[in-house]
């Protein structure tokens, strides 16, 4: 068995979201974020969640069986949240195999869909194991330790897709079926909370 951590970035502003907290939406009987937290906690015994944007108020949200950072830098985008929770990760668990980065806002992409990667990920722990979208690749995905570095070392707007498409011939890819919405706006969140069950 491999050693994976989760790593969920939780860090926008939600802008698009008309002054909500993307993060709080409800979602089925709890919150966007609580549902990432509860998928991931079914895949690893270690989480981390990145905040930024109104940390304090979405602080309260997550539960004391995962760890929070806050980015205040979050403002200089994903690749600053990723390199700091990469940071605190490998500081509190320096021995593992990969780390499983996660958005907050694909609530379709459940635990057995990650599940899949880690399974993907155990077959061959020295490959990326990345969701297609179309002809590109990105999170979820499970990174190997021998990208850990360039993960810490991310900054501004520069987030993990640009670590898939340097080692595209080192990629695992699966295929989302359709879950891989990301909720961006009011109006997808109303779509998506109406059509699942």
């Known amino acids: 068995?491999?050693?994976?951590?989760?790593?969920?970035?939780?860090?926008?502003?939600?802008?698009?979201m008309k002054g909500k907290a993307k993060q709080l939406l409800p979602w089925k009987d709890t919150t966007l974020l609580g549902h990432a937290v509860e998928q991931a906690r079914e895949v690893s015994d270690s989480v981390t969640v990145v905040l930024g944007a109104r940390a304090e108020h979405i602080?309260?949200?997550?539960?004391?069986?995962?760890?929070?950072?806050?980015?205040y830098d979050w403002e200089l985008g994903m690749g600053s949240s990723i390199s700091k929770g990469m940071q605190?990760?490998?500081?509190?668990?320096?021995?593992?195999?990969?780390?499983?980065i996660m958005l907050v806002d694909q609530p379709l992409l459940d635990a057995p869909y990650l599940n899949q990667l880690k399974s993907g990920f155990e077959k061959d722990p020295s490959k990326i194991t990345g969701t297609a979208y179309g002809e590109k690749v990105g999170v979820p995905a499970i990174f190997p330790k021998h990208l850990f570095l360039e993960l810490t070392q991310l900054s501004g707007d520069v987030g993990a897709r640009q670590i898939i498409k340097?080692?595209?011939?080192?990629?695992?890819?699966?295929?989302?079926?359709?879950?891989?919405?990301?909720?961006?706006?009011?109006?997808?969140?109303?779509?998506?909370?109406?059509?699942?069950?």
């Open 59 to 71: 602080q309260n949200a997550i539960p004391n069986t995962v760890e929070s950072i806050q980015n």
């Open 88 to 100: 605190y990760i490998l500081k509190e668990n320096p021995s593992l195999d990969g780390i499983l």
């Open 166 to 197: 340097a080692h595209k011939k080192q990629i695992s890819v699966f295929q989302p079926e359709g879950k891989e919405i990301d909720i961006d706006t009011l109006e997808t969140y109303n779509l998506l909370t109406k059509t699942t069950p």
């Open 1 to 16: 068995m491999t050693n994976i951590s989760i790593l969920i970035l939780a860090a926008g502003a939600s802008s698009r």
